[in-house]
Structure formats: structure tokens, C-alpha cells
């Protein structure tokens, strides 16, 4: 079978020949069809994710594929449709995956879409539903909202009753989150954001995935008991929030990893993924995939990823 592997975190990742794996006990083997690519990929490759696994290791986070074989104690069915958070292994042709981790995806649901849907929904679902306590009729600012995370924070937002104000990159990435739903639209690149959103009223809720100088401009522009939620950093460098302005507002900035939660409240994750796709079966979200790359150009899929041209997910498959 075919690997997508970092051997070394000074060297670029590449594709190497392995041994199929067997599961074992509380394991599935999965015969992966689609991989959904990431930030947090980018930063293994150069050991600086937080999970980063001891080298070597095979790339990709979030994989969807059909039950190929189980290890004992496994109360999964071979032939099953599922997809599974692994964490790592993702970029390969198969892979041995805690059962616990799988969880089983509609019939609809084509591999492509399943691959990219756990970590970006349901980041952006526990993130607003629980962590932001999102309400209807409040404002919604999404930093980065054409990404691959921000899409569907723009698109969860909007089916939550929020006013949802996307920031992005250009009018063609606007375009898109606009179809997700939002109802304001700011371009990052010539936006006063600050001013822009002063404009509007003030925000209620800042869904921070970029981080920088657009995450400066959204605290100051943030009405009293706002909450500021840290996704991330696309930007590569972390928000600096000033904690006078927070005092004197009652703001909250909260940090939010949807993957720890595995940890220490996995119940969390499987009670939002199953709304979720009962959402999906309802067509009240529709996945965006913005690139395809067959696994034998799977450096390319990231290099395409690093350069924020993406637009929603960018997902690997295994056809070629």
C-alpha cells in the first residue's frame, strides 16, 4: 500500500511503499477513499502541531472510507460507510483506526465530502453552539470565512439565526461565503475592518481562525459580553488581544481545540457530529469542496493549501 509519510521534519514529506496493516483489538482496517487536508497538516510537517506523532508518520487527520476488516472486541461490520478522526494516517491507501473513532455517514454522503466534514463542521458547530453560545439575532463575525473552517462557520452561523459578517480574501472568496449565507461581506485586503464593523453596529461574537491584525480590529469593534473565540492562526501569528479593552467591556476570549475534546469529553463530539448530519440529510448544509488531488500529488494538495488560494476543503483521494 501507498503512504503519504514525514520522515524527517527538515525534509518534504513523500510517498512510500508499506505493509498492509492488520487491526487489532477495538480496530478497524479501513480501505480509505478520501482524505480531507487541513492547517494542522502543514504544521506536523515541520513538528510544530501540538499532536504532532513521534516520526515517522503518515500525514492526514480526517479520513472516510469502507470497513475492510476488524480486530476483535469490534462491534462494526466489515462493508460499513464511515469516517473517522484519526489524528495521523489519513494519506494512505489504507489504515488501522481505533473503532471508537468511527462514526457511520449517511448513505447520500459521497466519500469526498465525508473525508472534509468532521474536523471543519464540527469544529465550527461545538465551537459556536457550546463554546460561543451563539443565539439567534446576534452578530457573527468570520475571520478567514471562505477557508476551509470559516465556510462552515459562516454556514452554521446563518442556520443558528445569526447576522453573519464574513471577512476574506477578494470578491470571488466573498462570493462563496455569501452563498453560505452571510449577509455582510468584507474584503481583508482593503477593508478598514475596524471601521467596517463599527459601521454595522458592533459584533457579538468574533470566530477568530486567522488571528493577526484582523483579529486586533475585531476586538475593538465588539459590543459589551462579546465573546471572542481563538480557532486559530492562519496568519501565522496569534491574536494579541488587549485585556483593557476586554475588562472594560466584559468580553470573553475563548480558546477552542475540537480535537481535545477527544480526551476529555468525546460524548461532546459524537452528540454534535449526529446533529450535523441530520442537518446534511435535511440540505441544511452542503459541503464545499474547492480542490481534488489524487493521492500521487498529494504535495501538491498541500502546497495548494499553504497558499490560501483554497476556497472550503481540500481533499486527497485515493483513485490514483
Same mark, same amino acid.
Request: proline share 5%.
Given at each position: 500500500m501507498?503512504?503519504?509519510?514525514?520522515?524527517?521534519?527538515?525534509k518534504?514529506?513523500?510517498?512510500a511503499a508499506?505493509?498492509?496493516?492488520k487491526?487489532?483489538?477495538?480496530?478497524?482496517?479501513?480501505?480509505?477513499?478520501a482524505?480531507?487536508?487541513?492547517?494542522?497538516?502543514l504544521?506536523?510537517?515541520?513538528?510544530?502541531?501540538?499532536?504532532?506523532?513521534a516520526?515517522?508518520?503518515?500525514?492526514?487527520?480526517e479520513?472516510?472510507?469502507?470497513?475492510?476488516?476488524?480486530?476483535?472486541?469490534?462491534?462494526?461490520?466489515t462493508?460499513?460507510?464511515?469516517?473517522?478522526?484519526?489524528?495521523?494516517?489519513g494519506?494512505?491507501?489504507?489504515?488501522?483506526?481505533d473503532a471508537?473513532?468511527?462514526?457511520?455517514?449517511?448513505?447520500?454522503?459521497?466519500?469526498?465530502?465525508?473525508?472534509?466534514?468532521?474536523?471543519?463542521?464540527?469544529?465550527?458547530?461545538?465551537?459556536?453552539?457550546?463554546?460561543?453560545?451563539?443565539?439567534?439575532?446576534?452578530?457573527l463575525?468570520?475571520?478567514?470565512?471562505? =477557508? @476551509?473552517?470559516?465556510?462552515? *462557520?459562516v $454556514?452554521?452561523?446563518? /442556520?443558528?439565526?445569526? &447576522?453573519?459578517?464574513?471577512?476574506a480574501?477578494?470578491?470571488e472568496?466573498?462570493?462563496?461565503?455569501?452563498?453560505?449565507?452571510?449577509t455582510?461581506?468584507?474584503?481583508?485586503?482593503?477593508?478598514?475592518?475596524?471601521?467596517?464593523?463599527?459601521?454595522?453596529?458592533g459584533v457579538?461574537?468574533v470566530?477568530?481562525a486567522?488571528?493577526?491584525?484582523?483579529?486586533?480590529?475585531?476586538?475593538?469593534?465588539?459590543?459589551?459580553e462579546?465573546?471572542?473565540?481563538?480557532i486559530?492562526?492562519?496568519?501565522?501569528?496569534?491574536?494579541?488581544?488587549?485585556a483593557n479593552h476586554m475588562?472594560?467591556?466584559?468580553?470573553?476570549?475563548?480558546?477552542?481545540?475540537? =480535537? @481535545?475534546?477527544?480526551?476529555f *469529553?468525546? $460524548?461532546?463530539i459524537? /452528540?454534535?457530529?449526529? &446533529?450535523l448530519?441530520?442537518w446534511?440529510e435535511?440540505?441544511?448544509?452542503?459541503?464545499h469542496?474547492?480542490?481534488?488531488?489524487?493521492?500521487?500529488?498529494?504535495?501538491?494538495?498541500?502546497?495548494?493549501?499553504?497558499?490560501?488560494?483554497?476556497?472550503?476543503k481540500?481533499v486527497?483521494?485515493m483513485?490514483?
Amino acid at each position: 500500500m501507498r503512504a503519504f509519510q514525514v520522515i524527517d521534519h527538515a525534509k518534504p514529506a513523500q510517498l512510500a511503499a508499506l505493509d498492509l496493516p492488520k487491526p487489532g483489538p477495538g480496530q478497524i482496517r479501513l480501505k480509505i477513499a478520501a482524505c480531507g487536508l487541513n492547517f494542522a497538516d502543514l504544521l506536523m510537517l515541520g513538528g510544530s502541531y501540538q499532536d504532532t506523532p513521534a516520526l515517522p508518520f503518515t500525514l492526514g487527520l480526517e479520513v472516510a472510507g469502507t470497513v475492510d476488516a476488524i480486530g476483535p472486541d469490534v462491534a462494526l461490520e466489515t462493508g460499513m460507510r464511515v469516517a473517522v478522526f484519526a489524528g495521523q494516517g489519513g494519506l494512505a491507501d489504507y489504515g488501522v483506526f481505533d473503532a471508537a473513532r468511527a462514526v457511520a455517514i449517511p448513505d447520500v454522503m459521497p466519500f469526498s465530502e465525508a473525508a472534509g466534514f468532521l474536523v471543519a463542521y464540527g469544529t465550527s458547530h461545538l465551537a459556536l453552539t457550546r463554546r460561543a453560545r451563539l443565539k439567534s439575532g446576534e452578530r457573527l463575525v468570520v475571520l478567514g470565512a471562505a =477557508g @476551509g473552517v470559516g465556510l462552515t *462557520a459562516v $454556514e452554521i452561523g446563518a /442556520q443558528l439565526g445569526a &447576522e453573519v459578517v464574513a471577512v476574506a480574501r477578494g470578491p470571488e472568496k466573498l462570493k462563496i461565503a455569501a452563498g453560505a449565507g452571510a449577509t455582510h461581506l468584507i474584503d481583508s485586503t482593503s477593508a478598514d475592518l475596524r471601521a467596517e464593523l463599527k459601521a454595522l453596529g458592533g459584533v457579538d461574537v468574533v470566530y477568530d481562525a486567522v488571528g493577526g491584525d484582523q483579529a486586533a480590529a475585531c476586538l475593538r469593534a465588539m459590543r459589551p459580553e462579546g465573546r471572542f473565540i481563538i480557532i486559530g492562526f492562519a496568519s501565522g501569528d496569534p491574536p494579541k488581544l488587549a485585556a483593557n479593552h476586554m475588562l472594560v467591556k466584559n468580553i470573553e476570549a475563548i480558546g477552542f481545540y475540537w =480535537g @481535545g475534546y477527544m480526551a476529555f *469529553a468525546p $460524548e461532546r463530539i459524537t /452528540q454534535s457530529l449526529s &446533529e450535523l448530519f441530520t442537518w446534511y440529510e435535511a440540505g441544511r448544509v452542503s459541503p464545499h469542496i474547492g480542490a481534488q488531488f489524487p493521492l500521487s500529488q498529494a504535495a501538491e494538495a498541500l502546497e495548494f493549501l499553504q497558499s490560501r488560494k483554497s476556497t472550503g476543503k481540500v481533499v486527497v483521494t485515493m483513485d490514483a
